[in-house]
């Protein structure tokens, strides 16, 4: 329980790109070409860099977490309900993102602890 906790920030940050983020754009932006265009830099661009970096912060503070990958995976779930679709290839290329930022997070917390014990 205290580890769902510490992942709660995190979760509001992937909860917020892939819902949150698709209906602000068509709420905000009145052009029909640049709303379109963002949404698509989002699903694209905006998400894997999302997932790489939470999952390298949250990995680099505390350490590797199996249940946030899953919370990741539903995370992206919730998907379906602001595109009105899902596509299984995007939300592996964001777990997979995901997991490379968690690796690097690992190797640089692994990294920074070996180098202040020298």
Not at 2 to 9: G, L, N, S
Not at 30 to 59: G, H
Request: with cysteine.
């Amino acid at each position: 329980m205290r580890d769902f906790t510490k992942q709660i920030p995190y979760l509001i940050v992937l909860l917020f790109f892939n819902m949150g983020f698709n209906p602000l754009i068509g709420f905000l932006v009145k052009d029909e070409l640049l709303a379109k265009s963002l949404m698509v830099n989002n699903i694209l661009l905006y998400l894997p860099l999302i997932y790489f970096l939470v999952f390298l912060t949250y990995t680099y503070r505390h350490r590797y977490s199996l249940p946030l990958a899953i919370w990741g995976i539903i995370v992206f779930c919730t998907s379906i309900l602001s595109f009105g679709e899902m596509i299984l290839l995007y939300g592996l290329i964001y777990n997979l993102a995901g997991q490379l930022g968690a690796g690097i997070g690992f190797l640089l917390n692994l990294w920074i602890k070996k180098k202040k014990s020298t």
